[in-house]
């Protein structure tokens, strides 16, 4: 079992920046891919980026690419989402997961754990 709880959310004007982090309780925090993902008022959950066990590899949706960059601190069991570059299209909110498998997906359906998401609103 994982606990995830996501902070620093808040409001940010447009070309501004936000890092994310979310606190991973339980056991075996690296061996698990962690993702993030968010959902703007009246649309659906929309994956932003997943990040292997060790790090090493990452995988971002297009809408974020070069603007969003996720990490992860295993000694300290969280994972981060440095975002710059903000759009009030990246208002959302804005979700932790875990997935206990090797593989990064970008389908929500295939993640275990989830946090409560931060909220994020990015004025124009």
């Known amino acids: 079992q994982v606990q995830l709880v996501e902070s620093g959310g808040g409001l940010v004007q447009a070309g501004g920046s936000l890092r994310l982090s979310c606190a991973a309780s339980?056991?075996?925090?690296?061996?698990?891919?962690m993702a993030w993902f968010r959902q703007a008022p009246g649309k659906g959950r929309e994956f932003v980026g997943a990040?292997?066990?060790?790090?090493?590899?990452?995988n971002y949706a297009d809408s974020v690419k070069g603007r969003f960059t996720i990490s992860r601190d295993n000694a300290k069991n969280t994972v981060y989402l440095q975002m710059n570059s903000l759009k009030p299209e990246d208002t959302a909110v804005y979700y932790c997961?875990?997935?206990?498998?090797?593989?990064?997906?970008?389908?929500?359906?295939?993640?275990?754990?989830w946090g409560r998401g931060t909220h994020i609103t990015v004025s124009s």
């Open positions: 997961a875990a997935r206990g498998s090797v593989v990064l997906t970008t389908n929500s359906g295939d993640y275990d754990y």
């Open positions: 339980g056991r075996a925090f690296s061996r698990y891919v």
């Open positions: 990040i292997s066990w060790s790090g090493s590899t990452t």
